[in-house]
């Protein structure tokens, strides 16, 4: 018998919305003075809206319900800021560091999946936006 899709417990409320904005505020808040990624990232002027607005995008991807209604132009705005595979890289590892600290093992490494699948997807986008300029 499987289960139906409103009766699957999300990975959103596995992990719950507290832990979902501490992971990113951790994370934005490291990025800051990392040694790469701070370049690009000077790009944010507003850290509390930035933060909220990234918390929701996770929140969403993790299948909860948007709590704002933000407008998301994530390939545009990554080809503008520089993205490359070996920012990628350290974004991610940077990432998974505030996954382990804040979350058990299974559930960080579900996220990080998340985190794999889309930084693949950014990384093809902007390598079309390259081609195209
Ligand atoms: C899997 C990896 C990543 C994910 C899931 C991700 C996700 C996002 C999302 C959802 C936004 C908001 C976009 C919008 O407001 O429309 C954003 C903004 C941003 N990201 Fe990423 N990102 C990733 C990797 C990176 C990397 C490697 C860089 C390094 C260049 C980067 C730099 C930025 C910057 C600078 C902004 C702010 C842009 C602005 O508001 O003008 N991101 N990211």
């Known amino acids: 018998m499987s289960l139906k899709p409103q009766d699957r417990t999300c990975l959103a409320d596995l992990i719950g919305r507290d832990a979902v904005i501490s992971v990113v505020d951790e994370f934005y808040n490291q990025i800051q003075t990392h040694p790469t990624l701070a370049a690009p990232f000077s790009a944010v002027h507003d850290w509390p809206g930035h933060k909220e607005k990234i918390g929701d995008?996770?929140?969403?991807?993790?299948?909860?319900?948007p709590q704002a209604p933000y407008k998301y132009d994530p390939v545009g705005k990554h080809f503008a800021a520089g993205f490359n595979?070996?920012?990628?890289?350290?974004?991610?590892?940077?990432?998974?560091?505030a996954l382990d600290s804040h979350l058990d093992q299974e559930l960080a490494?579900?996220?990080?999946?998340?985190?794999?699948?889309?930084?693949?997807?950014?990384?093809?986008?902007?390598?079309?936006?390259?081609?195209?300029?």
């Open 85 to 97: 595979s070996n920012l990628l890289e350290d974004w991610k590892q940077l990432f998974k560091g």
């Open 109 to 133: 490494n579900k996220w990080f999946s998340r985190v794999q699948m889309i930084g693949e997807n950014l990384l093809s986008q902007n390598e079309r936006l390259i081609n195209e300029n």
């Open 57 to 65: 995008f996770w929140w969403v991807v993790l299948g909860g319900k």
